[in-house]
């Protein structure tokens, strides 16, 4: 395997073209393999340590990075905001190079700024992942959201996604469009005009306000959460009108072609953007993309730590 292009995940746009997401998406077959095991565990990163640095609150991506982190053996520091220096007034950059003196060999990010994991990243050496800031993007959500398209669709060449409800806050929005398009796929962006960015230039996409008209013609309908912690004025007339027009109910879950499939990052707000009973139908790949995320955050930890003969990844289990 060659040298990873990238010494940070900032942007899925770091991993290139197309055939650096291929070879995430192929170190993560290896991965699943893994975490298929008996003993889900290899020695890969073992002697490395990661360190969370989480500004904002998560369930999945937190659980899912440190899943991984230990399913490769690195040793893992949990950094909690609210018990920290950081209530004292300590700054993002004395607070990251500090947990770097102690010898960290990646951080991984989580923070309401967007920008901030890059500015961390302008001050340490470590290996610095963002897992998601501010609107910006959430390049590991965009990889396991693309793994498990591939697993379930096969290539994404010519296939149709459409990206449903509140766009214009969300940084896995602003990723997913990239690496669906760059891995062929056509993009159709589904929301009220208050929902949508405020420029969409330079955007590969399709604009849509007509949920009921898109949805036959899609391969996968990606829901997303109405985020309203990051909304600073009312943008709808009320969730319940939103859901009217905008969520994937049952009776437009009946309009999908069969086959297609229907995707969420979470956390869900079930009866709102998706119905409770659509989110748990056959075609629903909600867990398979949680399922999938400690595999691609292997993978990705892998290629930023992993070194020298350390780099097979299949190798004997760890008990
Ligand atoms: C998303 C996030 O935090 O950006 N969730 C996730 O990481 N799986 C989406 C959201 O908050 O709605």
Redesign the pocket.
């Known amino acids: 395997m060659s040298e990873p292009a990238f010494r940070h995940l900032l942007d899925i746009e770091d991993l290139g073209d197309r055939d650096g997401i291929e070879e995430v998406m192929r170190l993560t077959d290896s991965f699943v393999e893994v975490s298929e095991r008996t003993i889900p565990k290899v020695p890969a990163l073992r002697g490395k340590t990661v360190a969370w640095l989480f500004y904002?609150?998560?369930?999945?991506?937190r659980l899912s990075f440190e899943t991984a982190a230990k399913r490769l053996s690195a040793d893992t520091m949990n950094f909690s905001v609210s018990s920290s220096s950081v209530k004292k007034g300590e700054s993002l950059r004395d607070t990251a190079r500090t947990i770097e003196a102690m010898g960290i060999d990646a951080i991984v990010v989580?923070h309401a700024s967007a920008g901030a994991p890059h500015r961390i990243a302008s001050w340490v050496d470590a290996a610095v992942v963002n897992?998601?800031d501010g609107w910006h993007q959430?390049p590991t959500?965009a990889l396991l959201d693309t793994y498990t398209l591939r697993s379930r669709l096969g290539d994404l060449d010519g296939r149709h996604v459409a990206i449903i409800g509140?766009i214009k806050h969300?940084?896995?929005a602003r990723s997913d469009v990239w690496a669906f398009t760059r891995m062929g796929a056509r993009v159709t962006l589904v929301a009220p005009p208050t929902l949508l960015p405020p420029s969409l230039e330079g955007w590969p996409v399709e604009v849509s306000h007509d949920l009921d008209a898109v949805l036959p013609t899609v391969d996968a309908a990606y829901l997303?959460?109405m985020?309203r912690e990051r909304m600073t004025e009312a943008l709808l007339p009320s969730l319940r009108e939103y859901t009217a027009c905008y969520g994937l109910t049952e009776r437009r879950a009946e309009l999908l072609a069969d086959g297609a499939v229907v995707m969420h990052?979470?956390?869900m707000n079930r009866g709102v953007e998706i119905a409770a009973e659509v989110a748990d139908l056959p075609n629903s790949l909600i867990l398979d993309?949680v399922r999938n995320?400690v595999a691609v955050r292997m993978a990705v930890l892998f290629l930023l730590l992993g070194s020298g003969s350390d780099k097979v990844p299949t190798v004997r289990s760890d008990g």
């Not at 904002?56 to 991506?61: I, Q």
């Open positions: 904002e609150d998560s369930t999945r991506t989580r897992a998601g959430h959500q509140d969300s940084r896995v997303l959460r985020q990052p979470g956390p993309q995320g």
